[in-house]
């Protein structure tokens, strides 16, 4: 039982995933989580209190990030 309740920290972990044509994060939004970006166009220029996995044909990040940074396009 006890170990059952140890392990609800990492249970309940949260991310944020954002997909299509156009995914973003706009300026002004902050985030305090991970954050997964898929499609065409990416756009993150809010803050996120996390790492950030971008993947898209064009990808432009301009905000800040406290975490790590991973893109592929």
């Given at each position: 039982m006890?170990?059952?309740l140890?392990a609800?920290?990492?249970?309940?972990?949260?991310a944020?995933?954002?997909t299509?044509?156009?995914?973003?994060?706009?300026?002004?939004?902050?985030?305090?989580?991970?954050?997964?970006m898929?499609g065409?166009?990416?756009?993150?220029a809010g803050?996120?209190?996390?790492?950030?996995?971008t993947?898209?044909?064009?990808?432009?990040?301009?905000?800040?990030?406290?975490?790590?940074?991973?893109?592929?396009?």
């Open positions: 006890a170990a059952c140890l609800i920290p990492l249970i309940t972990y949260g944020e995933f954002r299509g044509e156009n995914p973003s994060h706009p300026a002004g939004e902050t985030m305090t989580e991970d954050l997964y898929a065409g166009t990416v756009t993150s803050t996120v209190r996390g790492d950030v996995l993947a898209g044909g064009n990808i432009l990040v301009s905000g800040i990030v406290t975490g790590d940074l991973m893109a592929a396009g």
